[in-house]
Every structure is written in structure tokens, then in C-alpha cells.
């Protein structure tokens, strides 16, 4: 089975800390995805990445940056955390078809 | 890009009968769609996708119909359980070689199995 693993299931922040959200996969997999969830509004793609050291922005990259420095962590950073990236963040990972595995997902709240 | 939009946003169905939920893209490039169901506490789970050279695709109870022609594409629950409670998205893509790109969502429908 594919295991996506996310470091938190609840963060709290203060506005203007640097937060740091990890993802594992086990799976080898080439591709790992970053996301948003927020009530009305889907799952919104933050960056992806294809291979190591690789990062590419997806619909909504303000305000995130992205590592990826081993084939199966992918972390998403938000350098000065506002009280608008308050929201569900949902990492994913695919081979090279597009079936994504996601995580359990991260709550973060920064006050 | 692409714009996924979904309907309704709320289904209520009695226990054993059919749903049905719409999706409706933008981009004719498009041409993977997966469908993707969220129980409270977790991630997305892929249940059923379908690729632009097929009209429908069957897995049990559940079936997933495209009409490129007109953007548009369904899931369809028959025998409606308990257990189907949950979100349900849909998304559309590009499907090159390295499967790198992102999937664009839908806003998600909240189904309630009603016993």
C-alpha cells in the first residue's frame, strides 16, 4: 500500500513564524504535490514537484516556497505565516500516471 | 487554465437510491479525469477516473460517464450505502508523458446517504 505521511494532523502558528509542513511517500514515487483545502473552495495546487531539487508553481504559490532535496520528502514553507494561510494542507504523491496519493492532511491555524 | 466546476454542493439521497453528481471543464486539452471521495479526518481517495478515449467506465456501483463534446462528465453511485457519506471531487488534467502536472478540483460535493 502507498503511504503518504504528513509531520502534523494540527499546527498552530503566530503570524510572521516561518512553519515548515513535511510529507513522506514510500512509495518512489517521481512526483509530489502540495495543496490547499478550504470550505467552497476544492483543493487549490500550491507547487508541484517532478524529481529532486525540482519545483514548479502551481494556481496559488504566493507566500510558499518548496524543498524537495530527497526523492521522498517534499516540504512546503511558508516564510511569514498570515492569518489568511489558515487553511487544511494536503500533500500527494504519483508515479508516472496521475492516480495521487494524498496524506491525512495538516490543520494549521496561525493566529 | 483549466476551471473545473462541480453541482451540486450538496446531495441528500435516501438509502438504495442512485446520485448522481456533475462536473463540467473548460480546457479541451483536458483529457484525464479522476473522481476522488474524502471521509471526515482524511485525505482524498481515488475511486474511479477516466481517460478522453472512453465514454464510461463501470466499477461496481459506481460509474463515471464523458461527454467531451460538451465538457462534460458525471459520477454515478447506484444502491446508495451508509458508508458513501462523504465529499466527493472531481478534478481534470493534461495527461502528458511524466504525469507531473497538477490536478485541477472541482469545489466538491458534500453527499449524505439519508437511512
Known amino acids: 500500500d502507498v503511504k503518504v505521511t504528513q509531520s502534523s494532523r494540527y499546527l498552530v502558528k503566530r503570524t510572521g513564524e516561518k512553519v515548515f509542513l513535511e510529507c513522506v511517500q514510500d512509495m518512489d514515487h517521481e512526483n509530489m504535490f502540495w495543496y490547499r483545502q478550504d470550505p467552497g473552495l476544492g483543493l487549490r495546487l500550491i507547487y508541484f514537484?517532478?524529481?529532486?531539487?525540482?519545483?514548479e508553481k502551481g494556481d496559488i504559490p504566493e507566500g510558499y516556497s518548496v524543498s524537495r532535496e530527497k526523492k521522498e520528502r517534499f516540504s512546503l514553507i511558508l516564510e511569514s505565516a498570515s492569518t489568511n494561510q489558515t487553511s487544511m494542507y494536503l500533500c500527494?504523491?504519483?508515479?508516472?500516471?496521475?492516480?495521487?496519493?494524498f496524506g491525512p492532511g495538516t490543520r494549521l491555524t496561525v493566529t | 487554465g483549466e476551471n473545473v466546476e462541480q453541482h451540486p454542493s450538496t446531495l441528500s439521497v435516501q438509502e438504495g437510491d442512485s446520485a448522481v453528481i456533475k462536473c463540467t471543464y473548460s480546457?479541451?486539452?483536458?483529457?484525464?479525469f479522476p473522481w476522488y471521495k474524502q471521509e471526515l479526518g482524511k485525505g482524498p481517495q481515488l475511486i474511479i477516473d477516466i481517460r478522453s478515449n472512453v465514454g464510461e467506465k463501470k466499477d461496481q456501483r459506481i460509474a463515471v460517464t464523458l461527454n467531451k463534446t460538451a465538457k462534460h462528465f458525471s459520477l454515478h453511485i447506484t444502491e446508495t450505502q451508509p458508508e458513501d457519506s462523504a465529499v466527493y471531487f472531481c478534478?481534470?488534467?493534461?495527461?502528458?508523458?511524466?504525469?507531473?502536472?497538477?490536478?485541477?478540483f472541482g469545489k466538491g460535493t458534500h453527499l449524505i446517504i439519508q437511512p
Open positions: 480546457d479541451s486539452a483536458s483529457n484525464y
Open positions: 478534478a481534470a488534467s493534461i495527461e502528458s508523458g511524466g504525469g507531473a502536472d497538477g490536478l485541477t
Open positions: 500527494a504523491s504519483s508515479l508516472l500516471t496521475y492516480e495521487q496519493y
Open positions: 514537484s517532478y524529481d529532486v531539487k525540482m519545483k
